[in-house]
């Protein structure tokens, strides 16, 4: 069985990545991942998850060795911790030194700077302790807020569209765009431009 202890904590502080376990709110992951905001750009999902759904995938998720999930949790002043987003790191590629990343974050917790704390922890781990020299992000190609992100906040290099790259569960197809970053990209320009967002201090 695969399983990684791998805990991440943000440049903050208020945000833990912990690996999932038996121990989750799999109710909160459930609605989470079927709000229709969550949906909005990720017709691939499927629109209704009981429990039972949450527990096979992640003990699916857990068995791949090309998968890296965490849970985000919020931790508050008192030390409650709270689950607000997903990410990952996917699709590891040991021979190219490539992954995929990407995140879900909770609809009540959008536009607070929180997805760019954890993609900037996720990168952080990627390219500075996996040794990765690409990673790669897939969204929706009218995900304008991502895409946004990626092009302005990141300053992610922007590879093109995937035309009918997603089939939903609908049996519709939806466009896919596709950006990534760079080893060296990430150390001269990414870092830097995630660190002035989040007004920290390069920890590192």
Not at 15 to 21: E, N, R
Not at 25 to 31: G, H, S, V
Not at 35 to 61: A, C, F, G, Q, W
Request: aromatic share 8%.
């Amino acid at each position: 069985m695969v399983r990684h202890d791998i805990t991440l904590t943000s440049p903050t502080g208020k945000l833990v990545l912990t690996c999932p376990s038996d121990q989750d709110d799999n109710e909160r992951i459930a609605l989470l991942r079927t709000h229709p905001e969550t949906l909005r750009y990720l017709p691939i999902l499927p629109k209704t998850m009981t429990v039972e759904d949450v527990i096979k995938r992640r003990e699916s998720r857990l068995d791949d060795p090309k998968t890296l999930d965490w849970n985000v949790d919020i931790v508050d002043a008192d030390g409650k911790r709270t689950l607000v987003a997903m990410t990952t790191i996917f699709a590891i590629d040991e021979e190219y030194s490539s992954g995929e990343t990407g995140i879900l974050v909770a609809p009540d917790a959008h536009r607070s700077g929180l997805g760019t704390e954890v993609l900037y922890t996720v990168l952080k781990y990627g390219f500075e302790t996996m040794k990765l020299h690409r990673i790669q992000f897939q969204t929706g190609a009218d995900n304008v807020g991502m895409r946004g992100w990626l092009d302005r906040v990141a300053g992610a290099y922007y590879e093109g569209a995937r035309r009918d790259g997603w089939k939903g569960i609908d049996g519709k197809f939806a466009d896919v765009a596709v950006y990534s970053i760079l080893e060296d990209e990430w150390r001269e320009k990414t870092k830097r431009l995630l660190l002035e967002r989040l007004k920290v201090e390069d920890e590192s």
